[in-house]
């Protein structure tokens, strides 16, 4: 059961585009909505995170935007620049306590042509 | 502050044979989890370990994979033995109860 579904599988922007990544999830105990970002030969890091009772987050360049009633949540990268080549994955977190359970999505590779 | 560190970074073995993993969470962290991440997904959650305590081991799969937290700090993964799908990266990550940072992996080719 695929609890975080992500699209594209893999996107190709040009410098100073948008570049736009979507996630849908299915589990409603979710109470935490991270986004990873992944270098070849590097394990992910903590980009941006938001909470579902939050339609908006800003970070630089990042933003996540949540639509709670539909289930998505999508990053958006503006100016996107070379060095934001990497992959990305959505992912949600639930069960609270210590139990802080990391579900991911499959992942977009991200392209910036210069 | 240092990361969270594994070892090997890689590792080649073939089927049928053993193989160990070494993880030293950032200093501080309770909580220990390894992921397995197959080329082309997003990682996976084998198990999670607060403290040296098992919180969560429903995806590991028990008959090859093994895990231990001895003391709380360091942690170990091991596989015995090896089967052509195991090829993947581990990752172990820890947290202070939040954020989840991860080390950099071992990748594992199982030939």
């Known amino acids: 059961q695929q609890q975080v579904k992500q699209s594209p599988q893999s996107l190709i922007v040009q410098k100073g585009g948008i570049s736009i990544i979507n996630c849908a999830y299915e589990?409603?105990?979710?109470?935490?909505f991270p986004w990873y970002q992944q270098f070849p030969g590097k394990g992910p890091a903590l980009l941006i995170a938001i909470r579902p009772d939050v339609s908006e987050k800003k970070e630089g360049r990042f933003t996540i935007s949540f639509n709670k009633s539909a289930k998505q949540f999508s990053l958006h990268i503006m100016d996107s620049q070379p060095g934001d080549s990497a992959t990305y994955f959505c992912?949600?977190?639930?069960?609270?306590?210590?139990?802080?359970?990391?579900?991911f999505g499959k992942g977009t590779l991200l392209t910036v042509n210069p | 502050e240092a990361g969270v560190a594994q070892s090997p970074r890689y590792k080649i073995i073939e089927k049928r044979q053993s193989v160990a993993f070494w993880c030293n969470p950032i200093s501080g962290h309770a909580t220990l989890y390894w992921y397995q991440q197959i080329l082309g997904q997003g990682p996976k959650l084998l198990i999670q370990f607060q403290n040296n305590g098992v919180v969560d081991d429903s995806q590991l799969p028990k008959d090859r994979f093994s895990a231990e937290r001895l003391k709380g700090v360091d942690s170990t993964l091991k596989i015995q033995p090896a089967k052509l799908e195991d090829s993947a990266v581990y990752l172990c990550?820890?947290?202070?109860?939040?954020?989840?940072?991860f080390g950099a992996g071992t990748r594992l080719s199982v030939l």
């Open positions: 990550a820890s947290s202070a109860g939040g954020i989840q940072y």
């Open positions: 589990n409603t105990a979710f109470d935490y």
């Open positions: 992912a949600g977190i639930g069960g609270g306590g210590s139990n802080y359970k990391l579900t």
